[in-house]
């Protein structure tokens, strides 16, 4: 029997990461098992534990990547408040709302995460770390630490403003919600 080549294991494995990420932010960590994540995948359950030891293990792993993603997609903004601000105008927005499959993994998971065993909150831990670095770097470029408190409270005033926009049945008080998330994290930018 011939043996995959490695590269074929790796665009295996991330197309498993991918796929459970949008159902994992679309219906919650518990809701799908592996035998729905697989499918979505296009592979076979007994494909599951070539890649993974358990459904936690993919569950890390899609934390991880996720939030290295969003890392990844901060340090590309350009330097300074200007990019924090294009970042609150691109993440408060009703598409991202909307679209929890492609969304902030943070909006989409973070309850969960926080009843998620060590391994799955390790991973939440190194990827938010990693973004607030990059919020930081942003605020405070010379002195990153200096800024880390006014990092993490930004985040947390996106997150939260997103999980409540998403929360309400009305479109247009949802909407509302967005307008003064974006307003008060730009203010808050300003100072």
């Known amino acids: 029997m011939a043996r995959y080549p490695k590269e074929h294991k790796d665009v295996t494995r991330r197309r498993i990461i991918d796929t459970s990420g949008r ?4 219906d919650g960590l518990d809701g799908s098992g592996i035998a729905t994540l697989m499918s979505d995948a296009a592979l076979t359950n007994g494909a599951f534990y070539a890649h993974f030891t358990s459904k936690d293990d993919l569950v890390a792993a899609v934390v991880s990547d996720q939030l290295s993603t969003q890392a990844a997609a901060i340090h ?3 330097p ?3 990019g924090l601000a294009d970042f609150v105008r691109g993440y408060l927005t009703a598409e991202h709302r909307d679209d929890l499959a492609t969304g902030c993994p943070s ?7 926080a009843r998620s065993g060590d391994p799955v909150k390790l991973a939440y831990t190194a990827g938010a770390a990693a973004i607030l670095d990059e919020v930081a770097t942003r605020l405070a470029p010379s002195d990153p630490d200096s800024a880390r408190r006014t990092a993490q409270t930004l985040f947390t005033l996106l997150v939260g403003t997103m999980q409540l926009a998403r929360a309400l049945a009305d479109k247009a008080e949802s909407n509302r919600v967005l307008d003064n998330g974006i307003a008060a994290a730009l203010d808050f930018l300003a100072r």
Do not use: N, S, V
């Open 23 to 26: 159902r994992f932010k679309r």
């Open 107 to 113: 909006a989409a998971l973070l309850d969960e995460i």
């Open 76 to 78: 590309d903004l350009p």
């Open 80 to 82: 300074g408040r200007a």
